[in-house]
Structure formats: C-alpha cells, structure tokens
C-alpha cells in the first residue's frame, strides 16, 4: 500500500494520536501488528484477552502494537521482554496460532547523521535548520517503512510457545509497612511490599 493511502487510515491515524508523533519506529510496529493480525484471521481488536501481543523493545513500535490488537498493559495481553530487538509475536488463544515478526538486520538503514541529529535535538543544541533536517528524514523513513514489501522488513515465522496465562486477579492484602494494599504474590515473606524493599536497601 501506498504510504500516503496508510497516513490517512483511521488506525494509523489513531497510532500517530497515542503515540504523539509520526516516525519510523511506529510505522515498523504498525506494519507488524496489521501483518500479525491478518495472519492471526483477528479483524477486530481484543476486547478482552483473545489475542496476546508480546514485544521484545519498548521503543515506539510498542505503542502501534498496542493500538491495532488491542492487546495492552493494562489487560494483561500485552507482554513485555526486554530483549532490545525490533521483533513482536502475536498470538491466538482461539486457534492457538501464533507469528513472530523481527526486523531484519540493515532494513530501515538509519544513517549516523541522522543519529547525531536526534541527539541535538534531545538534549536541545539542534539549530532550527537542523530540527528541520531531521524531521524531514524522519518522515521520509517513515514513509520508507511503511511502504516496503512485508517480507523484505520482516522475518516471519509461525510459532508455538506455550500460551501465556491469562491476567490473574488476587484479593490485596496490606504490607506491613506502609498499610497499602497489594498483590499477594508481590509480598516478600515478611509480607513487606517490593516498594518499602527498594526503601530499606
Ligand atoms: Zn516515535
Ligand atoms: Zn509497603
């Protein structure tokens, strides 16, 4: 699909709303979660838990992942690892399929300016020609990214790992500290919550 036909769909439209801008980083995420759920046979966004997502970055791909299946932090269907890699895994728990999308070495070829241009503008030393610079390749990569045939972004494989457990739900109990209410299973065996932990050490 044509890049300008994508940037005026309500979904992406919607990603670029939750997520604040427009880059390359979301354009990738969005790719995977509308290829993840055309594989998956989803249409719709989980309402509840049917679908889980599972993301090794937590850069702005994530957002878009979060926005198109509907699997998110708060339900529990939205399962982040730590990894530092462009990949998603999306699965099923009606039919039990699932498919890994990681993003293949060299793809979005970012080069180093561009690299030192994002640190000016963090740390605000970005003149503004140089803010417009910037932004100019940013949208022109984004526009590359969402453009490029699937299978040349992505490596895709269909997986079959155990279904992660649904969300679980405890009555709270009070840490003996602070009196706060918390999740059992986060208490240490002095029933001292993880928070007045970190307070102590
Ligand atoms: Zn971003
Ligand atoms: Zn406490």
Do not use: W
Request: charged residues 30%.
């Amino acid at each position: 699909m044509n890049a300008q036909t994508i940037l005026k769909k309500n979904d992406f439209k919607k990603c670029m709303e939750f997520h604040g801008h427009l880059c390359p980083g979301l354009s990738t995420g969005y790719r995977a979660a509308v290829e993840g759920m055309k594989y998956l046979k989803e249409h719709k966004r989980s309402v509840d838990e049917e679908i889980v997502a599972i993301t090794e970055t937590d850069a702005c791909g994530a957002d878009a992942i979060q926005v198109i299946t509907g699997c998110t932090f708060g339900k529990g269907n939205f399962i982040y690892k730590d990894y530092g890699k462009t990949a998603f895994t999306f699965f099923s728990r009606k039919t039990g399929n699932g498919v890994r999308l990681a993003l293949k070495h060299n793809t979005t070829n970012i080069p180093d300016s561009h690299f030192k241009l994002m640190g000016k503008i963090k740390n605000n030393t970005a003149t503004s020609e140089e803010r417009k610079e910037f932004y100019k390749n940013h949208e022109k990569k984004s526009m590359e990214v969402l453009e490029k045939p699937i299978n040349d972004l992505f490596s895709i494989k269909e997986v079959s790992i155990p279904i992660p457990d649904k969300a679980i739900i405890e009555k709270s109990q009070v840490c003996k500290k602070c009196n706060e209410p918390v999740m059992p299973s986060k208490l240490n065996e002095n029933k001292i919550c993880r928070g007045c932990q970190e307070c102590q050490s």
